[in-house]
């Protein structure tokens, strides 16, 4: 699996994804940053009046906190989680496989419903 490349617009702080593209404005989720065509424009600072900043004004964004979209519960790869073994600095994509959130997967109910909550479950926090 290919991780997905995002990107921070330096003025604003919107984050491309390309795993959701931006439908709405026709461009489908799945189209990566470098294949934007050459008029694109920052959704949010075209709309807020800061002018068209273009592809120019992003930078490669890389998350370092991840949340549940269960329960809510963050990683925060700074913190990582010492009390389950690992160690702060821990990269998400790191994890092991076999990862659950220490909050809901650890709740037979919840499991019950949803199945395993693991890594798949989990969703990167933009700020």
Do not use: N
Request: charged share 30%; aromatic share 14%; proline share 10%.
């Amino acid at each position: 699996m290919q991780k997905a490349r995002r990107y921070i617009c330096k003025y604003c702080g919107y984050i491309y994804s390309p795993l959701r593209g931006e439908p709405h404005r026709g461009i489908p989720a799945g189209t990566e940053f470098e294949d934007l065509p050459e008029d694109y424009i920052c959704p949010v600072c075209g709309a807020t009046g800061k002018g068209p900043i273009g592809t120019w004004g992003f930078e490669l964004w890389e998350p370092t906190r991840f949340v549940c979209k269960i329960c809510g519960y963050v990683y925060d790869e700074k913190r990582g989680e010492p009390h389950r073994g690992i160690p702060p600095g821990t990269k998400f994509d790191d994890l092991a496989e076999d990862y659950t959130c220490p909050v809901c997967g650890l709740d037979p109910k919840i499991t019950e419903h949803y199945g395993k909550v693991g890594k798949s479950q989990f969703e990167p926090l933009e700020y």
